[in-house]
């Protein structure tokens, strides 16, 4: 891989690490079908550069972070625990699921129509969503079956993003709220698989390509991130996930033919 497609993949994951479509499916896809690389090679890629968007989320959040880390000492601990909870529910999902990523080469087909398929069940729940009164509250079983959930999104095609915010929008969370708890429940998870990684993909290095792809990710990141969250109370969350599940599953069938 050179600096150019590092940077272009980096590009794709800053975008689409943090809208409710699969950021390792879509460097993956883009991986393979526009620089020729390898399934594993790709899959790896992809993983790796999540560090950038890790770094992204925590410089955005850094008032919270700051909070949280303050409040292991003193202080309201109750997203510190929820945080902490989800984290380790995560892990008992995605570990497994990571090995098997690696171990079996899934149809670009398959994955890409499910990440349709699953948008427009986001976009069901968000609407639904609106019909009852929101509840904020960060107990011990919200975070368990939000990490359990957010645990799957390691298989490509799933949306890391877009699992949890339906995960904690079905527990009537408001969708501010989720996005928040969302965004920051992504900086322990995909920092601890960056570690993880040598450790199921013997072929996988960091490279200096890699490195600048992962600055990359960390700069488009930061701004969508800051547009997400400034334009999430005036656009329309429902019909954009709608139009934009629609047009993926479109994809989908173009790639089956």
């Known amino acids: 891989m050179d600096f150019f497609e590092a940077m272009i993949l980096g590009t794709i994951q800053g ?6 479509i699969s950021s390792e499916a879509m460097v993956t896809l883009a991986g393979k ?30 008032n919270d972070v700051i909070a949280i880390i303050k409040s292991i000492f003193s202080g309201e601990r109750s997203l510190l625990f929820f945080l902490a909870i989800a984290t380790l529910s995560t892990s008992l999902s995605a570990i497994p699921l990571l090995l098997l990523a690696f171990s079996i080469e899934l149809p670009d087909v398959l994955f890409t129509l499910f990440i349709g398929i699953f948008l427009l069940l986001i976009s069901y ?7 009852s009164k929101p509840d904020d509250s960060t107990t011990s079983k919200k975070a368990f079956i939000s990490g359990i959930v957010q645990g799957f999104a390691v298989l490509p095609g799933v949306s890391r993003s877009g699992l949890s915010v339906a995960a904690l929008l079905s527990q009537k969370f408001s969708l501010k709220e989720s996005l928040r708890l969302s965004f920051l429940m992504s900086i322990p998870v995909t920092g601890g698989i960056q570690i993880f990684l040598p450790l ?20 488009v990141g930061l701004l969508t ?31 089956a033919l």
């Open 125 to 131: 729940l968000q609407k639904s969503k609106h019909l």
């Open 200 to 219: 199921v993909s013997d072929s996988f290095s960091v490279t200096a390509p890699l490195i600048l792809g992962s600055l990359v990710a960390c700069a």
């Open 33 to 62: 079908f526009f620089f020729n690389a390898e399934y594993k090679e790709a899959l790896g890629t992809a993983i790796w550069l999540h560090s950038g968007t890790t770094l992204s989320a925590i410089i955005y959040f850094r």
């Open 15 to 20: 975008i689409a690490e943090w809208l409710p």
């Open 225 to 255: 991130i800051k547009t997400l969250m400034e334009f999430a109370q005036r656009i329309s969350f429902v019909r954009a996930t709608f139009a934009l599940g629609i047009i993926v599953i479109l994809l989908a069938i173009v790639l």
